[in-house]
Structure formats: C-alpha cells, structure tokens
C-alpha cells in the first residue's frame, strides 16, 4: 500500500519558518492535508487539499506539493505552534487514508 | 460550529467486545461520510474505518477488517464502531472524524484499553 515518510523532528526558533516535509511516490499526483496535534489534544486540521487553509487556520500556515514531495509552512514560528504535524493523503487504489508518521515541531 | 462526541471506550479483555458512539451535531450528518482514527499510546494516527452518508460503502484498515464492523444512524446523528476479537494491539485512543478522504473535524476521543 502506499506509504508517506516524515522526519521524526524538527527545531526553529521562534520567528524563523518551519518546513516540515512529507514524501511518497509520486505525491504531488495526490491531495495532501495536514493535521496539527499538541500534547493531550484532539488533532486538527491546518491545511487541506495541498494548501488551502480551514476557517480559522492563520496566514501563517501554507503549504506545496510536486514530485515527491509536500511540505507544510509555518512562516513565523510561535510557541504556540509546537505540536505533531501529520501528513495525510487518500489513497484511491485502495481506498484507504493514509497518515505519515508525525513530525514532532519544537520551537526553541 | 462542527461537534463530534466519542463514547464507549473502556478497558476490556483480549477476545472482548466493545461497540463505540459517536454523536455529530452542527453539519448535516446524513451527508457526511465519517472515519474513524486511532492512536496507540506515544504513536501517530492510523486510519481504522470510513463510512459515506447513506451507509451503503464501507472502508477498513488491512488491520482491522473481518473483525471491527463502522455503521451509522442518520436519523440519530450517530456514528458506530464495533469491536470484535479485541487484541492487545488495538489499544488506543479511538477519534471520529467528519470526512473520507481527509478528516476535516475530529473528536475528542474515547480510550479503549485491552488487557488481561
């Protein structure tokens, strides 16, 4: 089945940009979303559909998908903005949802 | 605003039986296809299950299929997971989500915990 990499981690200072990265054959054929999770909470959505951002999802988050690879942009980082980021893609093959392993953001 | 209430996770033996709830209000339900989500304690998400609005198609996790069945009652708004031949592996943090193809809202989950 088809299979998403994250890296496990990444560190940014805060108002730096974060680019946090999600690979997969050929995935810029496929609409890549991208849940937020922090510590004890319920995960949520940021961005949809490569890179359109829910109702109150701020500027800040953006995101690209071609070739190989997506990547979610968190333009000025804050603290708040520590959390999980979990790529997610749909796969039509064989119809299953398919999450990458989480990458662990933490704002120095 | 979009709401998802999980119920019914509670801590059960391997072979056991658990069905979970999942009340959806503020959306047209009806029209909604639902997911279900889990997370194992300090692990990432893994899909479980998907239903579409009228009930008539079903999708399920390699993991999981021949023994958890999703279903739902539109005219409750409610969404089901039932849970056969419990193992230890399925312990986890049990989410619904409103959504197929991505889960655009998710609960606050319900725990379910297998052991002897």
């Given at each position: 089945?088809?299979?998403?990499?994250?890296?496990?981690?990444?560190?940014?200072?805060?108002?730096?940009?974060?680019?946090?990265?999600?690979?997969?054959?050929?995935?810029?054929?496929?609409?890549?979303?991208?849940?937020?999770?922090?510590?004890?909470?319920?995960?949520?959505?940021?961005?949809?559909?490569?890179?359109?951002?829910?109702?109150?999802?701020?500027?800040?988050?953006?995101?690209?998908?071609?070739g190989?690879?997506?990547?979610?942009?968190?333009?000025?980082?804050?603290?708040?903005?520590?959390?999980?980021?979990?790529?997610?893609?749909?796969?039509?093959?064989?119809?299953?949802?398919?999450?990458?392993?989480?990458?662990?953001?933490?704002?120095? | 605003?979009?709401?998802?209430?999980?119920?019914?996770?509670?801590?059960?033996?391997?072979?056991?039986?658990?069905?979970?709830s999942?009340?959806?209000?503020?959306?047209?339900?009806?029209?909604?296809?639902?997911?279900?989500?889990?997370?194992?304690?300090?692990?990432?998400?893994?899909?479980?299950?998907?239903?579409?609005?009228?009930?008539?198609?079903?999708?399920?996790a390699?993991?999981?299929?021949?023994?958890?069945?999703?279903?739902?009652?539109?005219?409750?708004?409610?969404?089901?997971?039932?849970?056969?031949?419990?193992?230890?592996?399925d312990?986890?943090?049990?989410?619904?989500?409103?959504?197929?193809?991505?889960?655009?809202?998710?609960?606050?989950?319900?725990?379910?915990?297998?052991?002897?």
């Open positions: 089945s088809y299979v998403v990499t994250q890296s496990p981690s990444l560190s940014v200072a805060p108002g730096q940009t974060a680019r946090i990265t999600c690979g997969g054959d050929n995935i810029g054929g496929k609409s890549v979303n991208w849940h937020q999770q922090k510590p004890g909470q319920a995960p949520l959505l940021v961005v949809y559909e490569d890179y359109e951002r829910p109702s109150g999802i701020p500027e800040r988050f953006s995101g690209t998908n071609s190989n690879t997506a990547t979610l942009v968190i333009s000025r980082v804050e603290a708040g903005d520590e959390a999980a980021y979990y790529c997610q893609v749909w796969d039509s093959p064989t119809d299953h949802m398919i999450f990458g392993g989480g990458t662990k953001l933490t704002v120095l | 605003e979009v709401e998802l209430l999980e119920s019914g996770g509670r801590s059960v033996q391997p072979g056991g039986f658990l069905r979970l999942c009340v959806g209000s503020g959306f047209t339900f009806r029209t909604s296809a639902m997911t279900w989500v889990r997370q194992a304690p300090g692990k990432g998400l893994e899909w479980v299950s998907g239903i579409i609005g009228s009930g008539s198609s079903k999708y399920y390699d993991s999981v299929k021949g023994r958890f069945t999703i279903s739902r009652d539109n005219s409750n708004n409610t969404l089901y997971l039932e849970m056969n031949n419990l193992q230890v592996a312990t986890a943090v049990y989410f619904c989500a409103k959504g197929r193809t991505v889960a655009g809202n998710w609960g606050q989950g319900t725990l379910v915990t297998v052991s002897s």
